[in-house]
Every structure is written in structure tokens, then in C-alpha cells.
């Protein structure tokens, strides 16, 4: 099996260092991630200038300015030969519970792999002090799941969502498969000022959870359980497709046509 692993924490994040020592013992590994944090990048790509690499001394590779959509973008198309089975995005040092999944660049990396055709993962710790639990299980939820691909059981357009409580492995309780559930709007931003007495603005910290019912990522990880959300890239709000196609047929003065 061969893994390309990225994460948005930077390549010297414990997360990934550990998760990749862990993967190794069962394949081959491949980092490609940001030089440094860059959580909340979601998506982005660069396009307005070129990217470096910086080959570590072990082999692992660190995208200089790049974003974790980036790394797996030259992973997958420059950097791997021959390429990977399997994406795997994490450890992330705190949860992408719900719609944190928007902003994430953890998610995002995964989201990258999928669109590339590949199954992929994205982990995240659901605080910063146990990723020997997380690595525990991002290494077994990954060889399970190339297992399953495999064997044609798991369709690979998904990302896996994978959210781990911050518990010593043995209080673990298992593993649900959950939707995602969803946070209060945040709105807090903090102001300061700098030695020049000039204000800078700082985004605040994501907001409680709003919906964390039974179902839901939010509610299996704060009962001990590891959360497995399945995620995919089409935005189609189905459900209005039938309301939106009534009121343009009740609508008038749209166009001249």
C-alpha cells in the first residue's frame, strides 16, 4: 500500500510525524505538506505564484508558501512515483466537527485526494494530548478502508471524516458512523493594538455546537466514540431544486427573452 500524507499543522506537526512512524510499519509513506500552519485555508490554491519544495533529510517534503490543497495537488501529479492507493490528511491537533468542514484545510487536503480520484481520510484529534489514540485509529481506519477499496467495498468518491475523542485508547467506546453536526455562528473578534498604535483585528475561536443530537459527529465524540462522517464534494441544495423550478415558472421579468 502506498500513502501520500498531508495535514494543514505543517510538516513538523506531531500529528503527522507520529501518524506517519505509525504508517510505515505497514507501508510506504509519502509526506507532502505545508511548511507551516496553515489551518483555515480550506480549499485554496495558489495561482499567482510558483511553488517550492524543501526535501527533509528522511525524505518527507514540505511545500514552501503552499497550501494543504496545494501539497496534494503536486503529490498526487510530481511529487509520488508511482502514486498513491491512499490519501490520508492529519492528524489534526483539534476537531473538524460539523461545518468546521468548510473552512478546514485538513478536510480540504482530503477533499483534494477525492477530487483526484483516490480514497482519502481526513483525521483530526478532538483536542492536542492523546495522538496516540488518534494514530491508533487513523492507522487501522486506513487500512481498513485500502482493504475495503480493494475488495470493491468502498466506493472511493467520499472523503472519510474521521474525528477522535482526546482520550487514552482503552476508554474508547468504538466507532459511529454519524452526519454532520453544526456550530453556532461565530462572531467574536478580538482587538488589539500593535507597538506602533496601529489596530489589528483577530478572528475569534469557532462557536459551540448548535446541533449535536444523537446522530451527529458532535455527539459521538463527546460520548468517547470515534466519529466516521462520510463527505462529498457536490453542493447541490436537492431538496430546493423543485422550489426554485416553481417560483421561475411563477416569476415574471427575468429577461427580455
Aim: one cysteine or more; hydrophobic letters at 40%; proline letters at 8%.
Amino acid at each position: 500500500m502506498r500513502i501520500l500524507l498531508s495535514n494543514d499543522d505543517g510538516i513538523h506537526a506531531p500529528g503527522i510525524q507520529q501518524l506517519a512512524e505509525a504508517l510505515r510499519t505497514r507501508a510506504s509513506v509519502q509526506i507532502v505538506a505545508p511548511v507551516r500552519d496553515r489551518s483555515g485555508a480550506s480549499n485554496s490554491l495558489t495561482l499567482d505564484a510558483p511553488l517550492r519544495t524543501q526535501t527533509q533529510p528522511n525524505g518527507d517534503i514540505a511545500i514552501l508558501s503552499g497550501t494543504p490543497t496545494d501539497c496534494v495537488y503536486l503529490g498526487v501529479n510530481a511529487l509520488m512515483r508511482p502514486g498513491p492507493d491512499i490519501m490520508v490528511s492529519g492528524i489534526n491537533a483539534g476537531p473538524n466537527l460539523g461545518d468546521d468542514g468548510i473552512y478546514s484545510g485538513t478536510v480540504a487536503a482530503a477533499m483534494e485526494k477525492r477530487h483526484l480520484g483516490y480514497p482519502a481520510l481526513a483525521v483530526s484529534l478532538n483536542g492536542t494530548h492523546h495522538f496516540a489514540t488518534a494514530t491508533a485509529t487513523a492507522t487501522a481506519t486506513a487500512t481498513a478502508t485500502a482493504t475495503a477499496v480493494t475488495c470493491g467495498l468502498l466506493r472511493t468518491g467520499k472523503i472519510l471524516n474521521v474525528n477522535v475523542p482526546d482520550l487514552p485508547l482503552s476508554p474508547l467506546k468504538g466507532y459511529k458512523v454519524t452526519r454532520c453536526g453544526s456550530r453556532h455562528p461565530a462572531s467574536e473578534v478580538i482587538r488589539q493594538t500593535d507597538p506602533r498604535g496601529r489596530e489589528m483585528l483577530w478572528i475569534g475561536p469557532p462557536a459551540g455546537s448548535f446541533d449535536e443530537g444523537p446522530d451527529t459527529d458532535f455527539d459521538a465524540v463527546n460520548r468517547g466514540y470515534v466519529s466516521l462522517t462520510p463527505l462529498q464534494v457536490d453542493l447541490t441544495a436537492s431538496a430546493a431544486l423543485p422550489v426554485l423550478s416553481d417560483w421561475l415558472g411563477n416569476t415574471e421579468g427575468l429577461g427580455p427573452w
